[in-house]
T-cell receptor
């Protein structure tokens, strides 16, 4: 079974631009979460989608948004990019929302903002 | 709110030596705990997850973790380190504010010398 697939793997953008990252979950997984990883802040939760609805949102500005499609694929969008948005963005999927259901992560999209 | 603390940002061992990576959790309810590993330029790979009632949890690649409620700990161990174990390890707990939100520790980088 294929794992979580994130595209693209690398992105270079300029301040003020916007960017869209894509995530395809493991087949059959309905929950998709996004995390930001930076050297300074570590791994931080962005948001979670389940059945095309945002279920949880982390403490990020409104420039960060996402959506989930009927096939469970998800996209996240960052508008008006800032230098501090440079990070590894990780997508994770899980089968359901049972408490001990583990999250399975993709290899991430590394975003560099110049 | 749930949280985890990883003691030691770096741990160095010799090949063949015992690996011990420490994680303490804070939780007002039975925790849902996980250990993940991250190799360079990759996402997070699930090593193991805590199952309610268990004290010793076995994971992949020879790793295991011992759950001690009295010490609120979930330390990760491996009897004999391999060079291929060099990576960053993250302890995580499911947030009590949402089923699929993970709160991560700051990570411990394991260095293995020949």
């Amino acid at each position: 079974k294929a794992g979580v697939t994130q595209t693209p793997r690398y992105l270079i953008k300029t301040r003020g631009q916007q960017v869209t990252l894509s995530c395809s979950p493991i087949s059959g997984h309905r929950s998709v979460s996004w995390y930001q990883q930076t050297p300074g802040q570590g791994l931080q939760f962005l948001f979670e989608y389940f059945s095309e609805t945002q279920r949880n949102k982390g403490n990020f500005p409104g420039r960060f948004s996402g959506r989930q499609f009927s096939n469970s694929r998800s996209e996240m969008n960052v508008s008006t990019l800032e230098l501090g948005d440079s990070a590894l963005y990780l997508c994770a999927s899980s089968l359901d929302r049972v408490d001990n259901s583990p999250l399975h992560f993709g290899n991430g999209t590394r975003l560099t903002v110049t | 709110a749930q949280s985890v603390t990883q003691l030691g940002s770096h741990v160095s061992v010799s090949e063949g030596a015992l690996v011990l990576l420490r994680c303490n959790y804070s939780s007002s309810v039975p925790p849902y705990l996980f250990w993940y590993v991250q190799y360079p330029n990759q996402g997070l790979q699930l090593l193991l997850k805590y199952t309610t009632g268990a004290t010793l949890v076995k994971g992949i690649n020879g790793f295991e973790a011992e759950f001690k409620k009295s010490e609120t700990s979930f330390h990760l161990t491996k009897p004999s380190a391999h060079m291929s174990d060099a990576a960053e390890y993250f302890c995580a707990v499911k947030s009590d504010t949402g089923f699929q939100k993970l709160v991560f520790g700051t990570g411990t980088r394991l260095l293995v010398s020949p």
